[in-house]
């Protein structure tokens, strides 16, 4: 099926429960259309930039077939947060005024947990391809950052990938970089080199240049106006394009590191 990426628009209305996981403290809430959704908040920790990664990353998944949560952009009003209690919670609320980011809530999901689920060499591989074309430095032993649900595999949080966004200035030595922090994947040791081989030729047979194209022009004007960059949206836009565009060209550079990396353990 052709990759055709839709983004719904939500209004948050109503605030439930902070999911206190790291310092980005993102939360669960509901939305105007009824659902319920994980908000990543443009106030939280790394700003805009989280929220590029976790779009860029989970529309990436989605068109390599992986299983992620529906992304929605979320609304939230000037006078969402005036009646919640905790002053820290109140303070990320007013800073997150604007577009935020919603991930559909999987209820009754629970924690992947390596000791004890099972993952097939062939989807390990793919996830560890993913994660080291998207530079992905957050899917440890530590931080799983991976649910079952419903019997399957689901992906969430990629605000950690392409953090080169946060240095900017030297896009194209990043894009060629052969994602040394791959050795730390808590799938590592499910793959092996074939099956890592086929993740990668099922990368470029999903992915193409006019894919990532697609998927980055769906980044919002509001999440591209930075202090640190003189750059247009369409500029920075263009950024994320040729970084992953470069990444997907030379992606043999990553595969072997993978590669090694697995033979090493």
Known sequence: MPFNPDIRSVQVTRYI??????????????ADDGFKYVLKFRG?????????AEF???????????????????????????????EEIQDLLRGSEGLNLGLHFLSGAVNFDPVVTEADAL??????????????????FRN??????????????HGASLYFHHSWGDWQKAAMSPFTYVKDHVLLPRTDAASLAEAGAI??????????DRIVQLLPDDWLHWEDTAQSPA??????????Q??????????KEAQDAAARI
């Open 203 to 212: 990368g470029h047979k999903l992915l193409s240049p006019e894919i990532l």
């Open 123 to 140: 989807l390990a591989s793919r996830i560890v391809w993913l994660d080291a074309f998207l530079t992905n430095i957050d899917r440890t």
């Open 17 to 30: 429960t902070p999911l206190r996981e790291g310092g980005s403290l993102p939360a669960v809430a509901e």
């Open 44 to 52: 939280a920790g790394h700003g805009v930039k989280a929220l590029i």
């Open 144 to 157: 799983t950052n991976m649910l079952i649900w419903q019997k399957q595999l689901w992906l969430i949080d």
């Open 235 to 244: 500029e920075i836009r263009e950024v994320y394009t040729q970084f992953l």
């Open 56 to 86: 860029i990353g989970g529309e990436v998944a989605r068109a390599l077939d992986l299983k992620v949560p529906e992304l929605v952009f979320a609304q939230l009003d000037e006078a969402f947060g005036r009646t919640e209690g905790d």
């Open 246 to 255: 470069t990444r997907l060209a030379n992606s043999s550079l990553f595969l």
